[in-house]
T-cell receptor, first 113, second 110 residues
Framework: GAVVSQHPSRVICKSGTSVKIECRSLDFQATTMFWYRQFPKKSLMLMATSNEGSKATYEQGVEKDKFLINHASLTLSTLTVTSAHPEDSSFYIC?????????FGPGTRLLVL | GDSVTQMEGPVTLSEEAFLTINCTYTATGYPSLFWYVQYPGEGLQLLLKATKADDKGSNKGFEATYRKETTSFHLEKGSVQVSDSAVYFCALMGAQKLVFGQGTRLTINP
């Protein structure tokens, strides 16, 4: 399966700042990537689907101006949490669509103080 | 729409016990089915999959059989280990993306 990395693995920031999370597909050209958010002891919530070279498709209830997604190449997608607030603290996981399933990154834990 | 329902957790077992985590689904057509595992602080790893009815997916001693008649994909393992402690997600491939169950937290005590 595809190998997916995320950076950083953990980030702490002050309220009001912006944080960028990178997702890289290391051995697979990913035309489609997904961004999920996971609350403690909960399942994954799909935030958006990003397609290389086009605008991301956001799920209902997800603020596209707050969670900026860029998928500029077949190996890199970024999620920027703008003007972060404590309620944005969460575990963010990216995923790459493969031939038969999706492959997931290790996740990024964001803590907003 | 497509949906996946897993048994409520958490599940706590002793080492070497038999494990079953139930999973049923609702979908149009015959989707591919998956079990993913999430270890503490990590992302999801594909554990096993089945792409058509009566297929059996297996990996690391875990098994699950695609049952079309009961729309189920129950996860089983004959003898669990402490290292199997994790959260397990059942999923189906819907319209170009995965649909997850709510996850089942498994704890194995030595």
């Amino acid at each position: 399966g595809a190998v997916v990395s995320q950076h950083p693995s953990r980030v702490i920031c002050k309220s009001g700042t912006s944080v960028k999370i990178e997702c890289r597909s290391l051995d697979f050209q990913a035309t489609t990537m997904f961004w999920y958010r996971q609350f403690p002891k909960k399942s994954l919530m799909l935030m958006a689907t990003s397609n290389e070279g086009s605008k991301a498709t956001y799920e209902q209830g997800v603020e596209k101006d707050k969670f900026l997604i860029n998928h500029a190449s077949l190996t890199l997608s970024t999620l920027t949490v703008t003007s972060a607030h404590p309620e944005d603290s969460s575990f963010y996981i990216c995923s790459v669509r493969g031939l038969e399933t999706q492959y997931f990154g290790p996740g990024t834990r964001l803590l907003v103080l | 729409g497509d949906s996946v329902t897993q048994m409520e957790g958490p599940v706590t077992l002793s080492e070497e016990a038999f494990l079953t985590i139930n999973c049923t689904y609702t979908a149009t057509g015959y989707p591919s089915l998956f079990w993913y595992v999430q270890y503490p602080g990590e992302g999801l790893q594909l554990l096993l999959k089945a792409t058509k009815a009566d297929d059996k997916g297996s990996n690391k001693g875990f098994e699950a059989t695609y049952r079309k008649e009961t729309t189920s994909f129950h996860l089983e393992k004959g003898s669990v280990q402490v290292s199997d402690s994790a959260v397990y997600f059942c999923a189906l491939m819907g319209a170009q993306k995965l649909v997850f169950g709510q996850g089942t937290r498994l704890t194995i005590n030595p």
